[in-house]
């Protein structure tokens, strides 16, 4: 009888090798897909965007990203998201650090219904909170004359709405992760529990508070329900306006494009610088 041919052991390695070649080439072109077509559309002049696209541009021009700054007030609402989101995201941070270290640390009456809480803000949807916040800044408004709707100030207050649970939640999972030899520790060398947090748990847990830093961050950066209801036209932000780009008679599709490559990249520089940290903080405490 013929002998059997042997199959050689890396063949199916081999096979896995060739699937995944195939399947991360396509998931690549798949996210560089819409990169390429926006970086092409925001070089083009508005007459060769307006028509058929065109993969290869027959003329490049950087004009548009000179005009996005003078069509609408584009770097007022830099200014805007950023004073809102770079303050939403400290109030997230430092509010979620201490409720995250008395979860994880102490033991006090309603912890469990607290943690549970936290959580279940989670499984509803951004909208079911815009009526309701909504009618709060415009009572408080009338009632005590401060400014909520409409302010810098109010729009921080409803991102914190959806941004301090979760972070909340993340940093009592990190925190539990952290030996508690180190509280102890620094008790022993005359730190109190203000000090044992600030000194020795904080900065083991620089992971995690970045992640939950870069999370508040994108949060508000890229929000637009609650900025096209909260915000009037001197406190908008970058995501509401870019829809000035558009008007009754035309769309400026190629300064679109422009200006949302210019509204990506601090969210993409500060994701790049803190990738490590970021990757460190979604992972912790995963085994334990």
Same mark, same amino acid.
């Given at each position: 009888m013929? @002998?059997?041919?042997?199959r050689?052991?890396?063949?199916p390695?081999r096979?896995f090798?060739?699937?995944?070649a195939?399947?991360l080439?396509?998931l690549?072109?798949?996210?560089a897909?819409?990169? #390429?077509?926006?970086v092409? !559309? ?6 060769d ?5 065109h993969w290869i541009?027959s003329g490049?021009?950087v004009?548009?990203?000179v ?5 609408v007030p ?8 950023? *004073?809102?989101? =770079?303050?939403?995201?400290a109030?997230?941070?430092v ?7 008395a979860?994880?640390?102490y033991g006090?009456?309603?912890k ?11 499984m509803f949807p951004?909208?079911l ?7 709060i800044?415009?009572?408080v $408004?009338?009632?005590?004359?401060i400014?909520l #709707?409409g302010s810098?100030a109010g729009l921080?207050?409803a991102?914190?709405?959806f941004?301090?649970?979760? !972070?909340i939640w993340?940093? *009592?999972?990190?925190?539990d992760?952290?030996?508690?030899d180190l509280? @102890?520790?620094a008790?022993?060398?005359?730190? $109190?529990?203000l =000090?044992a ?8 847990a620089?992971?995690g508070?970045v992640a939950v830093?870069?999370?508040?961050f994108m949060?508000a950066? $890229? @929000?637009?329900?609650f900025?096209?209801?909260m915000?009037?036209?001197q ?5 509401v306006?870019l829809?000035g780009?558009?008007?009754q008679?035309?769309?400026?599709w190629n300064q679109?494009?422009a200006?949302?490559l210019?509204?990506?990249v601090?969210?993409v520089? =500060?994701f790049?610088l803190?990738?490590?940290y970021?990757?460190a903080g979604?992972?912790?405490?995963a085994?334990k």
């Amino acid at each position: 009888m013929p @002998e059997t041919r042997r199959r050689s052991p890396l063949a199916p390695a081999r096979s896995f090798q060739a699937v995944r070649a195939v399947f991360l080439t396509l998931l690549t072109g798949s996210v560089a897909l819409p990169v #390429y077509v926006m970086v092409t !559309s925001s070089l083009k002049p508005l007459a060769d965007v307006a028509g058929a696209f065109h993969w290869i541009p027959s003329g490049l021009t950087v004009r548009p990203y000179v005009d996005i700054w003078h069509t609408v007030p584009l770097a007022q609402y830099f200014v805007n998201s950023l *004073i809102v989101a =770079g303050s939403a995201t400290a109030a997230s941070v430092v509010i979620a650090v201490f409720a995250a270290y008395a979860v994880s640390r102490y033991g006090f009456r309603g912890k469990r219904v607290f943690t549970v809480t936290v959580l279940s803000t989670q499984m509803f949807p951004g909208i079911l909170f815009l009526l309701p916040l909504f009618l709060i800044f415009v009572n408080v $408004g009338n009632a005590t004359g401060i400014a909520l #709707y409409g302010s810098r100030a109010g729009l921080i207050l409803a991102y914190l709405t959806f941004s301090l649970p979760f !972070s909340i939640w993340m940093l *009592i999972g990190y925190f539990d992760s952290v030996p508690r030899d180190l509280d @102890e520790a620094a008790t022993v060398d005359g730190c $109190g529990p203000l =000090g044992a947090l600030l000194r020795v748990v904080v900065p083991a847990a620089v992971p995690g508070i970045v992640a939950v830093a870069v999370y508040s961050f994108m949060t508000a950066w $890229g @929000e637009v329900l609650f900025a096209s209801v909260m915000t009037n036209q001197q406190t908008r932000t970058l995501a509401v306006g870019l829809q000035g780009y558009s008007t009754q008679n035309d769309v400026y599709w190629n300064q679109i494009m422009a200006a949302s490559l210019v509204v990506s990249v601090p969210v993409v520089a =500060g994701f790049l610088l803190l990738q490590r940290y970021l990757v460190a903080g979604l992972t912790a405490g995963a085994v334990k």
